[in-house]
C-alpha cells in the first residue's frame, strides 16, 4: 500500500511560480509511474503531466505550453512539479497519483489507471 502525500501548493501571482512535491510512504513507490492531475471548481478532474518510473518517460498536457516540468527523485520517494508563468486559469487543486504497476516505462494519462491517489493541495493564482 502507497500513501502520497502532496505539498507546495498556495496562492501566487499571475506570472509566478511554485513548486509541488508529492511525498509517498510504504512499498513500491520508486517503481511505479506517477501523474499529476488537477480539477478546478465545477470541472472534471484533468492529467498535467506523468512520468515513468525511471523518469526515462514523461507527458505533458497540451494546454501547458512547456511551463511545467515533472520530476521524481526515487531516492526520497518523491515526484515534483515545478510550474512556472502561472495563470489564473491554473488555479485548482492539484493532485499526486501513482499507478501500481512496477517497472512500468508506459506513461499513463488516464485517471483510471492511477490506484493511488493524494489529498491534493490548493493552487491560487491571482490575476
Known amino acids: 500500500q502507497v500513501q502520497l502525500v502532496e505539498s507546495g501548493g498556495g496562492l501566487v501571482q499571475a506570472g509566478g511560480s511554485l513548486r509541488l512535491e508529492c511525498a509517498a510512504s510504504?512499498?513500491?513507490?520508486?517503481?511505479?509511474?506517477v501523474a499529476w492531475f488537477r480539477q478546478a471548481p465545477e470541472k472534471g478532474r484533468q492529467v498535467v503531466a506523468a512520468?515513468?518510473?525511471?523518469?526515462?518517460?514523461?507527458y505533458y498536457a497540451d494546454y501547458l505550453k512547456g511551463r511545467f516540468t515533472i520530476s521524481r527523485d526515487n531516492a526520497k520517494n518523491t515526484v515534483y512539479l515545478h510550474m512556472n508563468n502561472l495563470q489564473p486559469a491554473d488555479t485548482a487543486v492539484y493532485y499526486c497519483?501513482?499507478?501500481?504497476?512496477?517497472?512500468?516505462?508506459?506513461?499513463?494519462?488516464?485517471?483510471?489507471?492511477?490506484?493511488?491517489w493524494g489529498q491534493g493541495t490548493q493552487v491560487t493564482i491571482s490575476s
Open positions: 512520468i515513468s518510473w525511471s523518469g526515462s518517460t514523461t
Open positions: 497519483a501513482a499507478r501500481g504497476s512496477p517497472y512500468n516505462d508506459f506513461v499513463a494519462y488516464a485517471a483510471g489507471d492511477y490506484d493511488y
Open positions: 510504504g512499498r513500491g513507490f520508486s517503481s511505479y509511474p
